[in-house]
């Protein structure tokens, strides 16, 4: 049974940048497809950026293209989410995701994935 631990959140000014970690433990990530969510307070539950578990395939938010990009360190066990420029509108609890997936795959639907992080608050402000 893998765990997924998020961090790297925090407080940061419009324009500023963050980068969050998802580690996980319990089993090796290198045959999980990745995929980080994010819920603002009244909002539902969206697809931000995704990762097969080969490194191959990427897919973004039209939201966040150019702006955020994610990356994994198979031998670290962990998954990265580079957050550059961010705006207020991304404030919100951010999740990462994970599901046994198929070379390049990546899923972009809550659905696809069955393993949850509790998430970690990212809010831009000034």
């Known amino acids: 049974q893998v765990q997924l631990v998020e961090s790297g959140g925090g407080l940061v000014q419009p324009g500023g940048s963050l980068r969050l970690s998802c580690e996980a433990s319990?089993?090796?990530?290198?045959?999980?497809?990745m995929g980080w969510f994010r819920q603002a307070p009244g909002k539902e539950r969206e697809f931000v950026a995704g990762?097969?578990?080969?490194?191959?395939?990427?897919q973004y938010a039209d939201s966040v293209k150019g702006r955020f990009t994610t990356s994994r360190d198979n031998a670290k066990n962990t998954v990265y989410l580079q957050m550059n420029s961010l705006k207020p509108e991304d404030t919100a609890i951010y999740y990462c995701?994970?599901?046994?997936?198929?070379?390049?795959?990546?899923?972009?639907?809550?659905?696809?994935?069955?393993?949850w992080g509790q998430g970690t608050q990212v809010t831009v402000s000034s």
């Open positions: 319990g089993r090796s990530l290198s045959s999980f497809a």
């Open positions: 990762i097969s578990w080969n490194a191959m395939n990427t």
């Open positions: 995701a994970g599901t046994i997936g198929r070379a390049a795959w990546v899923g972009v639907n809550r659905d696809d994935y069955n393993r």
